[in-house]
Nanobody, 120 residues
Framework: QVQLVESGGGLVQAGGSLRLSCAAS????????MGWYRQGPGKQRDLVAR???????DLVNSVKGRFTISRDSAKNTVYLQMNSLKPEDTAVYYC??????????????WGQGTQVTVSS
């Protein structure tokens, strides 16, 4: 079984910080990348940041300079450090992993989502 367990969401004032964590289990065949998507009210789910097995990162322009994605490969855990938060960052944040369970072909897996609310 594959599980992505998220933590760290909450309510914060504009300008504050939050740190999201996501621990993946069951992807014993390897992980190509892990990252974070978000979905605001009435909007589609969009990529925020991801980190590939090579260490390369990919961040949406609106969070560059404010958010940092990192990983602990030994623990199959990805982190999203969110600084200088803005009300526009309010959304449900979903952890995503693209990897393989055993020898099966790789596929996308999703966490349950964690709410981030930034007040002004």
């Amino acid at each position: 079984q594959v599980q992505l367990v998220e933590s760290g969401g909450g309510l914060v004032q504009a300008g504050g910080s939050l740190r999201l964590s996501c621990a993946a289990s069951g992807l014993t065949g390897g992980i190509n990348y892990m990252g974070w998507y978000r979905q605001g009210p009435g909007k589609q789910r969009d990529l925020v940041a991801r980190i590939f097995s090579s260490g390369t990162t990919d961040l949406v322009n609106s969070v560059k300079g404010r958010f940092t994605i990192s990983r602990d490969s030994a623990k199959n855990t990805v982190y999203l450090q969110m600084n200088s938060l803005k009300p526009e960052d309010t959304a449900v944040y979903y952890c995503n992993a693209y990897g393989s369970s055993g020898s099966r072909p790789p596929q996308n897996y999703w966490g349950q989502g964690t709410q981030v609310t930034v007040s002004s």
